[in-house]
């Protein structure tokens, strides 16, 4: 198990979860404070260690034995947007390609993209995707591709 202090610094001192910096002299019992997110995969064999992310102690607790969900943000317009954490972590398995929301507009498509590649570089830096908008149904399609 790593210490506090790599899981932190491998994250830049971000939560992985609401991708909101992480004080690392907050007190580890305060609410903001820094916590260890220890994640194993359902495939793992007892006794694999855990893939470790860096949470807020709330986000950690709030997330408890429940999927994770990470938020689109509400200021871009997104339609029927993919779940985050799923689609990073089935393209991270399998790879490929994946339309992950539909949008009015391009430019809107084009927001969440930029968005989309940000947060995922923090959230699933192993995973190396594009994004692309594609016209589709009078709408733009955003696609998420790996490399």
Do not use: Y
Not at 40 to 65: Q, V
Not at 73 to 93: C, G, H, M, N, Q
Not at 103 to 131: H, I, K, M
């Amino acid at each position: 198990m790593s210490t506090l202090t790599e899981v932190g610094d491998r994250a830049g001192w971000r939560c992985w979860l609401c991708d909101k910096p992480v004080d690392p002299t907050m007190s580890v019992n305060d609410p903001r404070g820094p916590s260890i997110d220890a994640v194993t995969s359902a495939k793992s064999k007892k006794g694999a260690p855990a893939h470790e992310r860096l949470a807020h102690r709330a986000c950690n607790t709030r997330k408890g034995a429940v999927r994770a969900v990470v938020p689109w943000p509400s200021d871009i317009f997104v339609i029927e947007p993919a779940p985050i954490v799923e689609t990073a972590e089935r393209l991270s398995r399998k790879g490929g390609r994946e339309v992950v929301a539909r949008c009015p507009t391009r430019d809107d498509a084009e927001r969440a993209g930029a968005w989309l590649a940000d947060r995922l570089s923090r959230l699933s830096p192993e995973l190396a995707v594009t994004t692309k908008v594609e016209p589709g149904g009078g709408q733009f399609l955003l696609v998420l591709t790996t490399r």
